[in-house]
């Protein structure tokens, strides 16, 4: 009988914990679950929270976002995106990027500030450099 | 007739520019390995996910969820990934005129992802719904605030339908405007992480043992949709600046190559006027000497 469990916490962008463990428990859907090795093969949901992970005799706290887990006999891996109050992110996020399409909708086709400043900025340099060209071409006639 | 410092100020002047792009070049050249890595560091995350899909969707059995009910309706949410910043070859042009031509109608609302989108929408009057930002090397919690804005669009019934427009990354010379449907869901396909090649719906495996469900196949499989669709939406911005950067790289490349032809020619220019130059001179001298007369 396998006394470890493989735990594998992943996220879209990176793989965040990879051990050998003796027993995990983890805030299930239905509660919280303590699994140790050879547990049945389970699919659940994880609710955002703490996993408390045993490994070598000492307990270890890992944070997660709201996702999944599989649990085989010998392995758990758990599918989250790592981020426990996400909702308030991202609706502060929506917000910022519905007021930023206001703004851009209210200046309509016109051009926002920045890029006027550019303009301005690019316009007089080109206004500069013809004056210069026509200084030089009027000195070479003289 | 320019004088040989003019040409001479000239050629510094190209030789600066020429430095510049190069230094361009190489950046966007890293960025590029950048968006890879992370697409491809998405791995773990979707060979999981492909799993779980495929054990819930053999067990769900007739399964049935708001997001792959298709509605009627048409009213259309459009999620426009662009740039940025130019300076990147034609790829945004490109994709917008795809998008302009064959997706946006009266009933479509713009969701912008990119700075050239969302300046485009607002300048043809489309309505621009959103218009979010993402980073040089997009993070998950910028794709999951966009996926989250279309979903919640398409929960309250706002639109009957959902796509993402984006620059689909074939390899580093070429790369394809491209319209993906992202809701309603017509078929759960495995999701893929990494931006190289034509994208290969992998196949779900499932079945290999028998899996109790917490709460149940069909519970599991509805909660994993949202993250279903939020993985998509990373993918397809990190694939989204792939694309973005080997465009760049490629044109700046050809700005330092044409930077380069034209010191050539302006060096050849100039080489040409010094010897003329120095012709004229000793025709002067003996000119003078033969005037002065022995």
């Known amino acids: ?114 890029e006027a400043k550019a303009l301005t900025k690019a316009l007089t340099q080109a206004t500069l450099y013809s004056q210069a060209q026509i200084k030089a071409k009027r000195r070479k006639r003289g | 007739m320019p004088s040989t410092r003019d040409i001479r100020r000239r050629i510094v002047s190209v030789k600066k520019t020429a430095q510049i792009t190069s230094a361009m070049e190489k950046v966007a050249q890293a960025k590029m390995g950048r968006a890879q890595q992370a697409a491809i560091a998405g791995r773990p995350y979707a060979e999981l996910m492909n799993r779980v899909l495929g054990e819930v969707v ?59 989108g969302a300046q485009h929408a607002s300048r043809v009057g489309w309505d621009l719904t959103a218009d979010f930002s993402y980073s040089d090397t997009p993070v998950f919690a910028e794709a999951r605030a966009i996926a989250r804005m279309a979903v919640e669009l398409f929960e309250n019934a706002e639109v009957d339908h959902v796509d993402i427009a984006f620059t689909n990354f074939i390899n580093t010379l070429s790369q394809k405007p491209e319209v993906q449907t992202l809701l309603p869901i017509t078929e759960i396909k495995g999701v893929q992480a990494g931006v190289e090649g034509e994208e290969m719906a992998s196949e779900l495996s499932g079945g290999t043992a028998e899996f109790l469900f917490e709460p149940s196949a069909g519970g599991v499989l509805g909660a994993l949709l949202p993250h279903y669709i939020n993985f998509q939406v990373h993918q397809i911005l990190l694939e989204a600046k792939a694309s973005e950067f080997s465009s760049k790289m490629v044109a700046m490349k050809n700005a330092t190559d044409n930077a380069n032809d034209l010191i050539k020619d302006l060096t050849l220019e100039f080489n040409k006027m010094r010897q003329a130059a120095i012709t004229n001179e000793l025709l002067e001298i003996t000119s003078a000497q033969m005037a002065l007369g022995n």
């Not at chain 1, 996993?51 to 989250?80: K, P, Y």
């Not at chain 2, 059995?61 to 034609?90: Q, W, Y």
């Open chain 1, 1 to 114: 009988m396998a006394d470890t469990l493989k735990l594998e916490i992943v996220t879209p962008e990176t793989t965040i914990y990879s051990e050998d463990v003796e027993m995990v428990t983890l805030p299930g859907s239905e509660g919280e679950a303590g699994i140790y090795p050879n547990h049945v093969p389970l699919m659940t949901r994880v609710q955002a929270g703490e996993i408390i992970v045993n490994r070598g005799g000492t307990e270890e706290v890992v944070a997660i976002g709201e996702g999944f887990a599989e649990i085989t006999g010998d392995h758990i891996a758990i599918l989250t995106d790592n981020a426990a109050n996400s909702a308030d992110i991202d609706e502060a996020a929506a917000e910022e990027a519905k007021a930023k399409a206001e703004q851009r909708l209210e200046e309509g086709g016109d051009i926002s500030e920045e």
């Open chain 2, 58 to 116: 053999t067990h769900a059995g007739d399964f049935d969820h708001p997001f792959m009910k298709a509605r009627g309706g048409e009213n259309r949410a459009l999620i426009l990934v662009t740039t940025d910043k130019g300076m990147c070859g034609s790829i945004n042009s490109n994709l917008l005129r795809k998008v302009s031509d064959e997706f946006v109608t009266d009933h479509t609302r713009v969701i912008a992802a990119g700075r050239k």
